[in-house]
């Protein structure tokens, strides 16, 4: 089991941009991926991108790319720089620890088994 803490998320105005941090409790090399991903209001979590530790990056969500770039602190903590916001990015963003498939993460939510609380975002037009 880990533990996974978003932080970052707030309000801003169309164009601006946000800082989302993922801190994880501990590294653990059978759950090597760990993606943000995001719920709109009224529909369904969807991949964004996802990060295989020390490894491949891999948008989920090809309307991000170009936007939004992931990276990693350090073994325990993802960063997503979110730049470029729109209205249509506001969510919830969540941040999951899963296995991946060779090197490469999955984008849909049942391969994840741990979750962070979420951390809200809003973007305004």
């Known amino acids: 089991q880990v533990l996974l803490v978003e932080s970052g998320g707030g309000s801003v105005q169309a164009g601006g941009s946000l800082t989302l941090s993922c801190a994880t409790s501990?590294?653990?090399?059978?759950?090597?991926?760990i993606a943000w991903f995001r719920q709109p209001p009224g529909k369904e979590r969807e991949g964004v991108v996802g990060?295989?530790?020390?490894?491949?990056?891999i948008y989920f969500d090809d309307s991000v790319r170009g936007r939004f770039t992931v990276s990693q602190n350090d073994r325990n903590t993802m960063i997503l720089q979110m730049d470029s916001l729109k209205p249509e990015d506001t969510a919830m963003y969540y941040c999951a620890a899963g296995p991946s498939y060779g090197s490469r993460c999955l984008r849909e939510t049942s391969n994840y088994n741990n979750w962070g609380q979420g951390t809200q975002v809003t973007v305004s037009s």
């Open positions: 990060l295989y530790f020390g490894g491949s990056i």
């Open positions: 501990r590294y653990i090399d059978t759950m090597p991926c």
